[in-house]
């Protein structure tokens, strides 16, 4: 009984993995299998054209932005298109109160207006290869890295774990760390909708900035020169002012951070219903502190704005990753899938037992690593103290009731939810002394924020802190633990692999995003986003101009827009609207597989030319991290002709558009 229900659940399993057409994350260089189904979907190139070694390809115009985010080359001069959110601390470090590019944006007028961006660096990847059979033979992964970076001037390397380690590959880039800020629009169009449309559709953020890749005249990488020059790439993408229509073949070529594809059911459990949803519980608590202060007082909005952009950012995508989640059944799923490849491998040596033993691994694990989270969204966010500089602004003032407030939160959620039993001691002793948990947290708080008190109570708080984020990664075996993990479970999940790889033989598995490059393809498409109410794929100016609103800050648009909109002035930008009248398209949506990273990658027509800027998803497709649903995943895209519009109609810098290579 017990086997029948586990193999009708498997088969129904299959069949819904089976109809996954656009799901994964390819690995450019073996792009060669996927090449008939992409031509299916209007693909016109081959897997030549999107990765060589020997030759220009598409590769050569992909960057990685910062290393946590992409970028693509659109000039044969270096010039590089990425999101506004990828470029925003650059802008930021290079704007003053005379100089607010944040706000008002920027513009260079000449090569010699570029503003070089500190610390900014991008890489462009020379080759990958697997390196399996070199690691297996006895090398290690330093020698090889070593080996390569020797090659030649700006060469950084590394050696990166597919499926779990079953395979491992070398990555070999070349690093320009010249990068200089040519343009980007107003926050008001850079962040238009701000969190308020933060992963959502319909959406009409233009979420692009514009840079330059430097390099020394001999075309090699340099360190910031008045000496260098443009950087003359290998190749750069054709924009397409065509445009895209439902049902488009789209491809995202870009470094996606990190995707957990194929964990036990254990781990989506653990997502499902118990980190997220205290996460999200945390978050949503602080969120209205924030909130309040800004509603309150001006000085307070923008202080908080940065702070509050970050933690609504996760918290949002949480929220749909579970209703994602609970709406595919993937706990159910994945569990009767890891049922019937148990059943499979029970007379399999090499497998036998081992997804017993990842269970048993997880149970060891869990309460561990909740520690970890918990105390990132908890005491971690507290500074202990604050900086001199801080107490000394005279916002700071201000500020203290939401501080303390903040403080106090922290204190009360961490000692509420953390295990029992596992309590820091100072903490267990400071609100035993105190009487409660906030007389204890307002006692901390007055210590951070008085320069002449003597914090020793702070300061074991704080050791205590560190040594105990110390404990509970020794006792996952990691040095740095970027998800539910432990060393043991990492070569587990290598058998695993390998024995799924066996066992399911018609599913085109493809290894976790781990921020390498990847190539994902699917169509230009609509979705059904509630019963009897369909998305469509494409937005216009005219949603912008319904949305704005002087009144409110993330619908206040530049007073230029609304004036091209009154003359209906757009130049070659115009289209058809939907009403027959002349409109501007802004943003689209496509069904490639993207996760955090894949901001700013490159959407690209069946021809290979550029027609958006990729920079989000729809929140509730986010659970694809750990499961994808063609039928409501979707990535979100400026359309390239919004990103012309505004870099020529509102920015008045039309003279980069002669540098491109339009079609
Ligand atoms: N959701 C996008 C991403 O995950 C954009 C984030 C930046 N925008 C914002 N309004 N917070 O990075
Ligand atoms: N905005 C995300 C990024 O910065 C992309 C959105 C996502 O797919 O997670 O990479």
Redesign the pocket.
Known sequence: MKLKRTLLLVLCTLSALAAVADEGMWLPSLIQPRIKEMRQRGFRLTAEDIYAVNKASMKDAVVSFGGF?TGELVSDRGLLFTNH??GYGAIQALSSVEHDYLTYGYWARSEAEELPAEGLYVRILVRMEEVTDRIAAGETAGEIIAEAEAEGKGYRASVEQMYYGNQQFLFVYRQYDDVRLVGTPPSSIGRFGGDTDNWIWPRHTGDFSVFRVYAAPDNEPAAYSPENVPYRPRRHFTVSTRGVEEGDFALTYGFPGSTQQYVLSDAVDYVQHRSDPAKIAIRTARLALMAEAQAEDPALRIFYAARYANVANAWK?WQGEVLGLERLGTAERKRAYEEAFDLWAADRAGYRGTVGEMKREYARIIPHYFDLELLSETLRTLPMPYAAAELRDPLFEARRPTERALWRLAVGEYARRCEPGSMLPAVRAGIDAAGSADSYADRLFDLASDTTARADELAALKGELAGRIRALCDSLGLVRVRTLGSARLDSLYKIYMRGLQEWDRERAFFPDANSTLRVSYGIVSGYEYADGEYHLPLTTLDGIIAKDDPNVYDYDIPQRLRDLYAAKDYGRWAVDGPDGRPTVPVCFLATCQ??????GSPVLNGRGELVGIN???TWRS?MSDLEFDPSICR?IAVDIRYVLFVIDRVGGAGYLLDEMTLR
């Open positions: 985010c959110h990828c995508k993207t996760t955090g990273g894949n901001s920079f989000d998803r986010t990535n």
